[in-house]
């Protein structure tokens, strides 16, 4: 039945041997560079050169990264929250016209005019972040259904916190979704908290999505969050079912955000034991022992990748600072669509 449930437990050596050695150096590659992405936002915010809400992805790399590893920007679809960097970032726009947005600068990726909320790209079929909890649904169900009326075989895959669950958005896509037989994907990126709000507190099932999926006939997994291998599997069968059977899926990540919601959150609402417990569980220091213990990567490696991309994010930054604030002239462009 279309509404059948997986919970996927990830066989960490099968699917290591499936992804092979070059491609997991990739992975391991591009989680690192959105965690540097992210602590160099960090800094910035706090030296006072971002302004406004910076919502970041720190600690839940391994999600956006397995899932987006299956998609082609020739015809698939990415559509997220507010926590919009990692997704970007992945589909393959420039640290530098991303850090230069979040610096209110004309070379920005929507020329200063976003912020961190609003990346965007139409050529990489990047939707946007969106600034509305749930406000990304009905635009990740729209562009699926753009993709069966075109026939182009391309998949939507949306990203939303475990809070955008309780909006009507999100249960009016999942239905048209599943009425219209449209290949989109909904993961929930459940990271514990909605804001300040413990999950426990705020959904009255343990796994949402196989608790919601029943609903409107849909399949459902659910997979640790942390852990990349099971990641990259999931996002393999549901991409595979949805582009093939033209069937929407629902999933859930069971995740964690190291920082607050936002940089303005300082996160006591939970206690220092709790996120070290989590940390301990990093999804980037797991795949780095794992290249370790397979002899895939040495120890001068790591330090040279992480040096290397510490040195990209750095040039990004300088990019950004040195970059003109958009001109008094632009002032009213861009305020609606052409």
Known sequence: MAHASHTLNSDANSIREEIGKDQLIDLYHRMLLVREFEQACARSYQAKKIAGFLHLYSGQEAVATGFIDHLSPERDYVTTSYRCHAQALLVGLDPKELMAELYGKVTGNVRGKGGSMHFFSQELKMLGGHGIVGG?????????????????????????????????????SLNLASLWDLPAIYVIENNQYGMGTACSRAVAVENMAEAKAPGYNMRAYTFDGLDLYASWKTAQEAVTYAREQSKPVLVEAKTYRYFGHSLSDPGLYRTKEEVKKYRANDPISRIASDLLDQEWASESDLEEWQAATKERIAQAVAYADESPIPPMSELMEHVFAP
């Not at 699926?144 to 949306?158: I, K």
Request: proline share 3%.
């Open 136 to 172: 990304q649904t009905p635009v990740g169900t729209g562009a699926a259904f753009a993709c069966r009326y075109r026939g182009s075989g391309g998949v939507s895959v949306t990203f939303m916190g475990d809070g955008a669950v309780a909006q009507g958005t999100f249960h009016e």
